[in-house]
DNA sequence: TATAAAAAAGTAACCGGTTACATTGAAAAT
DNA sequence: ATTTTCAATGTAACCGGTTACTTTTTTATA
């Protein structure tokens, strides 16, 4: 690997010079310029990007920090996330948190002598961790889909209670009452915001709430298809069954064929994300979309920004949108009865 | 951002000494290696990786390159690379070519001074290229997922051919002849491998190969339904389908429904990469196992292990594994002639 | 107690760039 | 012809660390 040096010697040149013409600063006689382009191209020279780095303090770089590699919607933010990077010409750094809170303030705080900006998109840190980071860190942050209780930090967020309310009145103007609940991790601010919007939905029109109509997963397949087997083993009557995201939506979707039940004849189902697999399961998932690709392009492009200027703490907000498939029909024993 | 040195100065000490109990190399009097320590906490102070790898040219960081972060495999891959990175207390930079071979070329150049080694997983480059990159490159290079000409690189590789032709076996043992494929991209080796395999299993039977039997996917759902919806709408007779992903399997499992088309009573359909998604339509889907978890963590560590040691050429290959679920089943016609 | 050996700490060069400032040389103005 | 101006280039300090080498201090040995 050749340095700024060995182009030097071979154009004759002092370093400074080499560097002008690297990045087309100051000025050089046209001459000169040319006899260094040859010299780095016959030598195949390529700046050394951290050397820059250190010298100018610009790393040309934004990270992007998520719990966990592992996390739903990480396939569409990262694509995303590469994009708006590359298109700004920056580079991007991806790192996961291994779900735990103390592993990833870590990882963030490493990261601050390497990138302008990061992005976070964090199922796993708390509002506290997250306050520390922002009085710690030097460079900016964007948080991705937290409500944080301030508006003190750069934020992406997506209206969590409402979207689920969406999804309820959904159902509930088809007729249904007796909705099976299946949530994801409920350590988390979205987790509880979620199951607000079903509880605040059925108080609405007086429905109680029944726990044994709600089970937790983890926003897998897996565990949507345990969580229903569970409400048909254990005899529990319902006639549709909400999920936290498309995922456990589809297991459960699994659990109700696999139980000779059929949807949405017999129960109607519901999920959250419109994942790309939803349309093409039978019947087609009907879903509330939560644009993440969006979002991720709103708060990469808003990193971007920071990194040349500072300015005044920016929040943009989502909502969810219906997306009417296949999986919800009019509650039967309403027309039977 | 404190330096080393504020520590400096805060414990009163030179940057030799702060250096040394940062990497707890040399001598350091146990009473100067508190004063120190306990400078670094009361500053916040993290040593700048940057600074260091530059210093030392090292950067514990391992590159991971794929042709585009769609990739099918791309999650298992990225969380099984992250897995293996983190246990050896690397980082990972992960970086697309965005499906394109010079631009992808440049991308990995410039990693050189910001990896110690890297990880290939590219659709996009040509052999050719791959080759330039091995001469170039100062870092050691392992490529998963491609078999290239010679032995000169380190390589993890897939008996593609193989795989194609284990369920190619498959769906001949059950009787079928009238086999759909619906192909990947045709420009890369794995492509060609698979056809190959697709061809010569049913040359061994002595089963013509028909043009009119193939169409060619992008490895998505959308267009493996697209390429089935093609076939039923040309009248195109077929006893199974083939497909060379789970993606198009399952989009063309959605086809056939769509159509009225039973599966697998009147149509068998086999997959191969054993997607997590796969055992969760209706029915399950058979399909072939590609162990791209255990290739990634094979190259990833074989990555982590050049890094401080050069090695002769490894290479490793894996195999396909028959995965049977609830999609194939023995063809009609034989059983009822 | 003097001296050799070992431990502890410091000095300064280096990694590969950038950049403020200084210097040179040639064209423009007087 | 002399001075001014400015384009073109060089010099050297700096970014934040590491490390070979040197110096100082401490401990062990005679």
Known sequence: ??????????????????SR???????????????????MQSLGYRPNRLA?????????????????????HFGLLLKQAAASAEFSKKQLIVTDGHNDPDYEYEVIMQLEAQCDAVVLYSRTLTDDHIQRLHQ??????????????????HSVSFQQEDAIKLMMSHLLDNGHRQIACITGHMMNPTGIARLN?????????????????????????????QACKEFIQEGIQFTAVIAFNDCM?????????????????????????????????????????????DMTKQAVELAITLCDETK??????????????????????????
């Open 249 to 293: 939506a589809l297991g459960a979707l699994r659990a109700l064929t696999e139980a000779g039940i059929q949807v949405p004849e017999q129960v109607s189902i519901i999920g959250i994300d419109n994942d790309p697999v939803s349309e093409f399961f039978t019947p087609r998932l009907t879903t509330v979309k939560l644009p993440i690709a």
């Open 136 to 153: 710690q860190l030097t460079i900016p942050i964007v948080v991705i889909n937290r409500d944080l209780p301030e508006q003190l930090f």
């Open 52 to 72: 820059q780095a250190l010298a100018t303090n610009k790393t040309h770089t934004i990270g992007l920090v998520v719990s966990d590699f592992d996390g739903i």
């Open 1 to 18: 690997m050749s340095t700024i040096l060995d182009v030097c010697k071979l154009a004759n040149v002092s370093k400074a010079t080499v």
């Open 312 to 337: 005044a703490t920016h929040s943009y907000q989502y909502k969810g949108q219906l997306i009417e498939r296949e999986s919800v029909m009019p509650v039967r024993s309403v027309l039977s009865s």
């Open 197 to 225: 919007g079903y509880k605040h939905s059925l108080a609405q029109l007086g429905v109680n709430f029944d726990e044994k109509l709600v089970k937790h997963g983890v926003y897998d397949m897996k565990s949507g298809y």
């Open 21 to 39: 013409v690297i990045n087309g600063t100051g000025q050089v006689k046209e001459s000169t310029r040319e006899k260094v382009f040859s010299a």
